[in-house]
């Protein structure tokens, strides 16, 4: 049975619980969300141990909370403690996993969905300048997702690593992650699945997806700390996958002096974190899976149902959205301005949306003549107020332009 939605008690409980829904009409969770009362203490509490008993001193102290981060964010994943690595947010993590593939030789392929992120597509193309790799474009079905049977089509011998940003950035769009990790496992080929919308929206079973590398963000759907994310890499995969950089942490010395790699997806951590953002990444995912990653699911998808069916509505306005299972992020743009003017005049009003240029899906934008998008993305937060607060300021801005 599918889950339920928040009560409407609980709803309020949690938004009492977060200082932010009392200063902000936040309809950018998908750029960051809004951090709670308790994930804020526990970031200050370890900066008060810091300053009492000393940075080096706190962090011993601290090496449970990072633990359990580790393991709250295997809960998260149905992975194990060992198969995750605490990074500084999606892009470092993605881009470490990456730059640990190893150099890249003539004739290699790199298959990338058409929603890839622009971050990812920059770390391919300058790892691979000077050398004639090929950065292909799997194409898209008739409702805009990723399509499997054609990634199957594609495949050879030649192909290292096909690339997928299961929700992208630009729309509400939700890719077929299992069904692509059922070919690529099927074909051998390297799987890494760019989760940052994902994690902490949907329930997320890596077994499950068959990805060899996901990376999550923690300010978003998470509403963790900004500098905190997290990454998964497959154990039996690991051994394929040479860090980059690695310090004291990640490949301390032997009694020879030589570098011994962690046997853990610690290898890709670093002696030098903020212990304190840990802290605070902890208690987001625990409040996570408190909630029930099914109930956030339920929650989101019911009220961006509701934003999509009222922006519709708007003489002017076109939604923008693709795909058959939809997300929390709803794109959208008004006839005759420019979607950053659209985000400015919201934000004079204590409505904050995002906006999306080429550069971030520039594959997608290119693909649908876009050059920009309005995006207001909702969290299991957004309360019926705040939409009726952005729908009215929308058919206010709708009406001034004619």
């Given at each position: ?5 928040l ?13 932010g829904?009392r ?7 998908a ?8 994930t804020?203490d526990?970031?200050?509490a370890h900066l008060?141990r810091?300053a ?5 001193e706190a962090?011993?102290?601290?090496r ?7 393991d ?12 995750i690595?605490?990074?500084g ?8 996993a990456?730059?640990?593939l190893?150099?890249w ?7 990338v969905g058409?929603h ?14 000077g050398v004639?790799v ?6 898209s079905?008739?409702?805009?997702c990723?399509?499997?049977v054609?990634?199957?089509?594609m495949?050879?011998?030649?192909v ?13 769009l939700i ?5 692509v990790g ?12 760019d ?5 902490g ?26 500098g ?13 996958l040479t ?9 301390p ?7 011994r790699?962690r046997a853990?997806?610690g290898?890709f ?8 953002l840990?802290c605070g990444?902890?208690n987001a ?5 408190d909630i ?17 069916a009222?922006?519709?509505?708007i003489p ?7 795909g058959?299972?939809?997300s929390?992020l709803?794109?959208?743009n008004l006839a ?15 409505i904050?949306?995002?906006?999306n ?15 920009q ?30």
């Amino acid at each position: 049975m599918p889950a339920a939605p928040l009560t409407p008690d609980t709803l309020q409980a949690l938004r009492a619980a977060t200082p932010g829904t009392r200063t902000t009409v936040h309809f950018n969770h998908a750029g960051a969300s809004l951090p709670s009362a308790a994930t804020l203490d526990a970031i200050q509490a370890h900066l008060r141990r810091e300053a009492e008993q000393g940075p080096m001193e706190a962090g011993v102290a601290a090496r449970a909370l990072t633990g359990k981060a580790r393991d709250l964010a295997a809960r998260l994943l149905n992975a194990q403690p060992d198969e995750i690595a605490l990074t500084g947010g999606n892009s470092p993590g993605w881009g470490a996993a990456f730059a640990a593939l190893g150099p890249w030789r003539d004739g290699d392929r790199i298959l990338v969905g058409r929603h890839e992120w622009g971050g990812n597509l920059a770390a391919m193309r300058l790892a691979t300048r000077g050398v004639d790799v090929s950065i292909e474009t799997i194409p898209s079905d008739d409702s805009g997702c990723v399509d499997p049977v054609a990634l199957q089509a594609m495949l050879d011998a030649r192909v290292r690593l096909v690339a997928l940003t299961w929700l992208p950035a630009n729309g509400g769009l939700i890719n077929p992650a299992a069904a692509v990790g059922r070919v690529t496992r099927a074909a051998g080929v390297p799987y890494y699945l760019d989760a940052a919308q994902a994690v902490g929206q949907l329930p997320v079973d890596v077994a499950e997806v068959g990805c060899d590398v996901l990376s999550g963000a923690g300010r978003k759907a998470l509403r963790g700390p900004r500098g905190t994310g997290l990454l998964y890499v497959r154990r039996d995969f690991l051994a394929q996958l040479t860090p980059a950089f690695v310090d004291t942490y990640s490949a301390p010395l032997d009694a020879d002096g030589e570098p011994r790699l962690r046997a853990d997806a610690g290898r890709f951590e670093s002696a030098e974190a903020s212990l304190a953002l840990r802290c605070g990444q902890a208690n987001a995912l625990q409040e996570a899976l408190d909630i029930g990653l099914d109930t956030i699911r339920a929650q989101v998808d019911a009220t961006a149902q509701a934003l999509r069916a009222e922006l519709a509505a708007i003489p002017g306005i076109e939604v923008l959205d693709q795909g058959r299972e939809l997300s929390g992020l709803v794109s959208f743009n008004l006839a005759g301005q420019e979607a950053t003017a659209v985000q400015q005049a919201l934000a004079a009003q204590g409505i904050v949306i995002g906006s999306n240029g080429v550069p971030y899906t520039p594959l997608d934008m290119n693909a649908r003549g876009l050059t920009q998008i309005a995006r207001a993305s909702v969290s299991y937060l957004t309360n019926p107020d705040e939409i009726d607060r952005l729908v009215q300021a929308l058919r206010t801005l709708a009406g001034q332009r004619r």
